[in-house]
């Protein structure tokens, strides 16, 4: 999969973009605060409905226009598609391949973009709720059944919070069935993917880094006895119900629900002790790049394509022998764009030089 168009308007600090990017390891280069990674923002933005900076929708719009408007055009196996977003005070508009769509669940999956930037290190040295965001994100990816799943189970979720904050307990007895068949769901998911993950997590880190550190994966539930593989489902709906049952003073208490997939964890263990504690800023920058890497080899097995790395600011706190290390895996994949603002570690690719919202080539003088 690669871009082979790229359009924005008024989106943050690129007032107009008109861009045919080629294949390949793709750098751009330019100072800080030029626009390099609102680009990757951009990019992003279609293909995971939410900016991967944490920016509202207003905030992506350039101070002054009343919408920004997005416009990617790619290729996938000898297909031509694209797809368009604008984002206006009143809601999105989203196009697929020229037609309106009214769901985001119709793009997911559609351009597949993975994402890394600096502030990735929170995934690994973080709180859970990033890890299980990033996870429940891959899956959606991977798998159109998960996104209904963890739909429903969110919704089962706010029902039920919603009677334990009312004090309406005599109708909870309906919601503890679609959350526990929904969590059960979600869980079992969760698991598959963590499995599939320790061992490339485990190649990853090795080959980047040149160590022979063991690295683990491991699913934490605050209801499910501990296993490394997935439990079938009966059972884990079994353990979800039996949690609720242990439960049900305490969360009459909180008015909250107190188990369920919204309160686990995915646990990066090196050398068996937990990375977001005990492993050191260099390690885990490391361990963040290699989650994502590992959730880019995943996706192009799924799809038989690779997806398109988008990396900002890719090779800070890395030494050079990492540095050619990721360099060598980049080069696996079809099209990555790639951030710095020193134009001499942009090798063995394109590059562009950004400055104020506009892109150059070397040759543009």
Known sequence: MRLTRV????????????????PGPLWLVGENGQGKSNLLEAIALPAQLRSIRGATDREMIRFGASQAEIFLAFEEKGEH??????????GRQMHKDGRPQHKASALVGFLRVVPFQPEDIALVAGPPALRRRWLDVLLSELSQPYLQQRSAYEHALRQRNALLRQGSYKTLAGWDEALSDAGAAVTIARLSVVVQLTGLLQQLYQMLSGEKSQILVRYRSSWLSPSTVPPPFLEARGELQEGLRQTAALERQREVTLVGPQRDDVALLVDGHEGRRHASRGQQRLLALCLRLAEAKLLAERYQDPPILLLDDLYSELDEVRQRRVSAFIQRFEQALMTTTQHAVAEKGTVFFVKSGTLHSLGDG
């Open 81 to 90: 598609h694209e797809v368009g977003l604008r984002l206006q005070p009143g």
């Open 7 to 22: 359009v924005l308007r008024d989106f943050r600090n690129w007032n107009s973009l008109q861009w045919q990017p080629p």
